[in-house]
C-alpha cells in the first residue's frame, strides 16, 4: 500500500513541494539529484562524509544546504526541525539565486568554473573574498549568450544516464529518469 501511495507522484512533484531534499552519495564524485533538487527550489540535505561539493571554493554552501555527517543520519529529522522558519526561507531563496546563477545549464556550470578559476589562480588574495561575495550576491552581472544558457536536450538525455548502470534505470511517470 505505501507503494501505491508513493506512485500517485512524481519525483518532480515531491521535489517541488519538499522544503528539504536528501542528497546521498552517488557513483560520482557528486549526484546529479543535488542540481535537481536545486532547480525545484528545495534546499539539499547532504548526508555524505567527504563529499565534494560543485565550486566549494567559491560557493557559501552553507547559506543555502544543509550538510549532516552521515554517523547522525538518525538524528536528521530533530536537525531539521530545529531550523527557524525565517532560516528556512532565506535558504529557499538562497538556492534558487544559486541554481539560477551558477547551475541552470551546462554553459552556466562553465562559466562559474571559469569564474572559479580567475578568482582563485588570478584575483589578489587580499582581493579574493570580496570578489567571492560580490559573486554569491550578485551573480555574473551580465547575461550569458543564448546558445550557452540553456543546456541542449539530448545531453541532459545523456547525462542522466552516463554514471547509472542499466539494471537500475527505470522511468518515471513524468518521464525523469529515476535511480
Not at 536528501?22 to 527550489?41: C, K, P
Not at 548526508?47 to 547522525?72: A, G, T
Not at 532560516?87 to 552556466?108: D, I, T
Not at 550578485?138 to 550557452?148: D, I, V
Request: hydrophobic fraction near 35%; charge should be negative.
Amino acid at each position: 500500500e505505501q507503494e501505491k501511495t508513493f506512485e500517485t507522484h512524481t519525483y518532480t512533484e515531491l521535489a517541488l513541494g519538499s522544503k528539504f531534499s536528501l542528497i546521498v552519495e552517488g557513483f560520482g564524485y557528486h549526484s546529479f539529484r543535488l542540481t535537481e533538487v536545486m532547480s525545484a527550489g528545495s534546499i539539499p540535505v547532504i548526508v555524505v562524509d567527504h563529499y565534494v561539493l560543485p565550486y566549494q571554493d567559491l560557493l557559501d554552501w552553507d547559506s543555502f544546504s544543509v550538510r549532516v555527517p552521515e554517523h547522525k543520519l538518525f538524528e536528521l529529522p530533530e536537525l531539521l526541525r530545529a531550523i527557524p522558519d525565517e532560516q528556512l526561507l532565506k535558504m529557499q531563496e538562497r538556492v534558487v539565486f544559486m541554481y539560477e546563477n551558477f547551475f541552470q545549464s551546462l554553459g552556466m556550470q562553465v562559466h562559474t568554473a571559469l569564474e572559479s578559476v580567475r578568482i582563485n589562480l588570478f584575483t589578489p588574495e587580499a582581493k579574493r573574498k570580496a570578489e567571492k561575495e560580490k559573486l554569491q550576491q550578485h551573480g555574473f552581472g551580465y547575461e550569458l549568450p543564448p546558445s550557452q544558457s540553456h543546456t541542449p536536450a539530448e545531453l541532459i538525455t545523456e547525462s542522466k544516464y552516463c554514471n547509472t548502470p542499466n539494471h537500475r534505470r527505470k522511468k518515471a511517470k513524468d518521464g525523469s529518469v529515476m535511480r
